[in-house]
């Protein structure tokens, strides 16, 4: 399988679909969130770090992140084809996987966007706020998620358009649907 990048704001199904689609494709998955997770919970320097930018809706360093997403990359078995999930969130960062991959010989592959309406959004991070406890699912963080979103990683969505890689997926109702709809177009790649 092709690398692939999944795109979308928080809530719209980036890990639940990535989950589907390593599970049917056997490909490696590097969710950017929840590598940040971990070293929270393991408490260590770049946890203390991230932790910051995390709890207030923000985004972490360009810089940082690109370095983190690099070695995780560098860590996975060469060959499979990896899920980017999270990752890129801005420009920047997309500039910089392009450019990694392109001194490896990789190929960007494919992305795909995952459009789902805002108060749909709303409903499932509160609902996951209760499943799951996650400290940036409260609705003053959502509220700055979304914005961050809308300003700094929605653009990339055109950044994608030019490279021809954006291919776009609308929520209407249905995860039958939706992930139909995702494996019949990457059956085709
Ligand atoms: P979803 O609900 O679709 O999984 P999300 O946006 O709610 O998406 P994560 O992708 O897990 O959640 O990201 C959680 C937080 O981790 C972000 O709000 C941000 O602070 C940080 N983060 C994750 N990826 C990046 C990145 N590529 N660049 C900067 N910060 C990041
Ligand atoms: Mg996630």
């Given at each position: ?51 910051g930018y995390i709890d207030n809706g923000q ?29 890129p969130r801005t420009i920047a960062q997309a ?95």
């Amino acid at each position: 399988m092709k690398n692939i990048i999944i795109f979308g704001a928080p809530g719209s199904g980036k890990g639940t679909y990535s989950d589907e689609i390593v599970a049917k494709y056997g490909m490696g998955h590097i969710s950017t969130g929840d590598v940040l997770r971990s070293e929270i919970k393991n408490d260590t320097e770049l946890g203390k770090i991230a932790k910051g930018y995390i709890d207030n809706g923000q985004l972490i360093p360009d810089e940082l992140m690109i370095d983190i997403l690099a070695k995780t990359y560098d860590e996975l078995p060469e060959g499979k084809g990896v899920i980017f999930d999270g990752f890129p969130r801005t420009i920047a960062q997309a500039e910089a996987l392009k450019k990694m991959l392109a001194e490896r010989n990789h190929d960007m592959g494919v992305m795909v966007e995952l459009v789902v309406d805002e108060e749909t959004l709303l409903a499932r991070l509160l609902h996951r706020a209760i499943e799951q406890g996650r400290a940036d699912d409260n609705e003053e963080t959502i509220k700055k998620r979304f914005e961050v979103y809308h300003k700094q990683t929605e653009p990339l969505a055109e950044w994608f358009e030019k490279e021809g890689m954006r291919n776009t997926f609308t929520w209407k109702g249905s995860k039958e649907q939706m992930l139909a709809d995702i494996f019949a177009f990457l059956d085709a790649q």
